[in-house]
């Protein structure tokens, strides 16, 4: 679980607004014992990235309301455009997720990933966003976890109403160590 101050809930991505979100990061593998860079890995050196978004949460609970923040663009078609950006930007994984898992090897490298093994579920509550993410330890072809293994996190919060939007965000720029607990 994630937890984070902030003061408001945004869950809309519009012209001038944008959307809170978190994000946390690891290592594909740590078979080189090195850790990939901690900004979106490097090439050869892959992480795993999982993002949770709180528009796709308000969507999932029945409390987004884009058409109220933009009622001029009900029933618009947007023409070849939009079939293109629809296309470049595909949306969710499926109609009830919160949030996408991706994989990158450095910038401008972060690929959706086609079996999306997490779930995600975000609350806001006095003035704090917490997200708990949840996958099982083994069976994903994604980053290594397992009992008593050891390996490390990166982590990245956008505030969408500090105009945070793509890059820019708040981010740990050095790994932290995680260690799973052992069977007992």
């Known amino acids: 679980m ?52 709180a528009d796709f949460e308000a969507e999932k609970n029945g409390t987004r309301n884009l058409e109220a923040r933009q009622p001029q663009t009900q029933s618009v078609f947007a023409g070849e455009s939009d079939k293109i950006l ?6 969710k994984p499926s109609p009830d997720a919160t949030c996408v898992e ?35 330890l083994k069976g994903a072809s994604d980053a290594e976890f397992a009992a008593g293994m050891k390996t490390y996190i990166n982590l990245a919060v956008w505030n969408g109403n500090d105009g945070d939007v793509n890059g820019m965000k708040s981010i740990s720029i050095v790994w932290t160590p995680l260690i799973f607990d052992a069977v007992k």
């Open 86 to 91: 629809k296309s470049e930007f595909p949306g």
């Open 2 to 53: 994630l937890t984070w101050e902030d003061s408001s809930i945004n869950s809309e991505t519009a012209i001038d607004t944008f959307r809170d979100g978190a994000a946390i990061m690891f290592p594909i593998s740590l078979s080189n014992k090195i850790n990939p860079s901690p900004l979106m890995g490097s090439k050869g050196e892959p992480v795993n990235v999982w993002q949770w978004r």
């Open 102 to 136: 991706y994989i990158a090897e450095g910038y401008g490298t972060l690929t959706k990933m086609r079996n999306q093994n997490i779930k995600a579920k975000g609350i806001y509550k006095d003035g704090k966003w917490s997200v708990e993410f949840i996958r099982d």
